[in-house]
């Protein structure tokens, strides 16, 4: 991976596609004021150097409730008995490839993580801290916080309109 450069044709590429990455590269150019072939030259390159890591769809839980339920989420925090940096990389790669934990921070003061987690119900929901929380020695605390609604959500990295 090699150095990048970004310039206010990236961070207002960037900017678009964090809002919506299902336009086209023509629709894209045409919004950032670009030809077609260099804003496909350009997302390539902010894609190969990692600063745009992947593109997901985000789903609607409500619309998909009557199919699969509401499901549960929780914002959980997590102490360790052991803090040394080996205990905390020990914790993250134990969480990283569990589905039901969507997000994962090392935070501070307080905790030592912050997850958020989703599961199908409070069945499921047990079984994953039995999994990942009882099972681990190292685990000292886990407090859990039961979301009732979500009123907000989002994923957009707040970047400045030029440089």
Not at 88 to 111: H, K, M, N, T
């Amino acid at each position: 991976m090699s150095a990048l450069t970004l310039d206010n044709i990236d961070l207002q590429l960037l900017a678009q596609l964090q809002t919506n990455t299902a336009l086209t590269n023509q629709e894209l150019a045409e919004r950032v004021h670009v030809s077609p072939p260099t804003c496909l030259r350009r997302v390539k390159r902010l894609k190969d150097t990692g600063l745009i890591e992947r593109e997901i769809a985000v789903l609607s839980t409500d619309k998909l409730a009557s199919e699969l339920g509401h499901g549960l989420t929780a914002v959980v925090e997590i102490t360790l008995d052991r803090q040394d940096q080996a205990a905390l990389e020990v914790f993250e790669q134990r969480v990283a490839p569990i589905d039901a934990v969507q997000q994962c921070y090392r935070v501070s003061p307080g905790p030592d993580f912050c997850l958020v987690v989703h599961a199908a119900n409070m069945p499921d929901y047990l079984a994953l801290t039995q999994q990942l929380f009882t099972a681990d020695a190292n685990v000292r605390n886990v407090k859990s916080f039961f979301s009732l609604k979500r009123s907000k959500f989002g994923a957009s990295l707040p970047l400045p309109e030029s440089l």
